[in-house]
């Protein structure tokens, strides 16, 4: 591949990995499915094994939950023309409560995690998806999980 | 467009969004003047019209403020070779007092606020300037406001 | 030099600054050291001079304590085809403990620090690294140093 074919592609997947943040912070959830393979694998906290699944874990989350994934040290290793793997750093703001489903801020109560995805991408017919997404926390606040 | 011209221009507004952190936070206010064009709107909480209501508002900002604005999750999306729209995360430290003026760190109280810049950029004769930058917070610290 | 080659290395110093977190973070420090030139200055509180210097200091880290290091707003400024400065600021997480040296989270207690670090990069043979790299705190936790 030529530099130019490979900083393509990392753009891509830069692009894909923040379009994951705005997609559940602002619960364009149908959007968020289309992130991902028909078979993809996405495991926050319990492994989901395809769309379907995905799509219903969105169904369950709560709209009293208010979300910002902070996406950061975006790094894409270029495999091949079709696949490509990354590692981003993720700071996770979370506030449960009514107040969330309104417009305007609700109270900062510090970062709840700290930690990073470790991702898989495939080139499809539509772009650049996730085929596996995988986050691990280095920090925790318990008092917000 | 090109692909090569789509990724020029988004990485020509991403450098102007953290070009934005840097000059207000470093204090280099004629700097940011310039990252806007003459008839911009900022909204930072309040709507400023035109670089002379953005240059007086900068004139009243107080010395004893140390800020960081933090911006991650830049998205660009180019419209047209002269105008682009996008989205980036903000997250804000600040801390009032009179050990800011001098140099060292000052006590870190965690952030101030979380939330999200929505932007129109516009190609002029000195480059890629904000013709729009509004502010939106989903979260905020009560106690710092 | 051209737009793409600007671009160019605007991506290797990027990609260098976030190689930089991930190998101290992940504890990679062979693959650290390899960031910088062999006369490489490295200021992270105290001055480091050369590869030996900041090996050996690495040698010294603790093994009980976890750190993220959260990379953002990165400015690459091209001074000729071999050389670039740059800005990038952090938000540092970290946690003093046995726990750390086991998987999984362990407790957040909110940022450490919040700064920037001021670059200076070299091409090199084995591609672009560090000659200098130097760390200002803005905000910092008293609690937590």
Chains 1, 2, 3 share one sequence.
């Not at 969105?58 to 023309?81: A, G, K, Q, W, Y």
């Not at 709840?112 to 499809?124: K, L, Q």
Request: proline fraction near 4%; charged fraction near 30%.
């Amino acid at each position: 591949m030529t530099d130019a074919e490979t900083a393509s592609i990392e753009r891509a997947c830069t692009a894909l990995s923040i379009a994951y943040a705005r997609a559940v912070d602002f619960r364009d959830y149908d959007a968020f499915v289309l992130l991902f393979t028909e078979d993809a694998t996405l495991d926050v906290g319990r492994p989901l094994h395809g769309r379907e699944a995905i799509r219903e874990s969105l169904r369950r989350r709560p709209d009293e939950l208010r979300s910002r994934h902070v996406i950061t040290n975006v790094f894409i290793d270029v495999l091949s023309p079709d696949s490509a793997r990354g590692i981003s750093y993720l700071t996770l703001y979370r506030h449960h409560g009514e107040e969330s489903v309104r417009r305007g801020p609700v109270p900062l109560e510090g970062p709840a995690a700290v930690g990073h995805y470790e991702d898989r991408f495939t080139r499809t017919n539509a772009g650049w998806l996730f085929s596996a997404r995988r986050a691990h926390l280095a920090f925790r606040d318990a008092a917000q999980f």
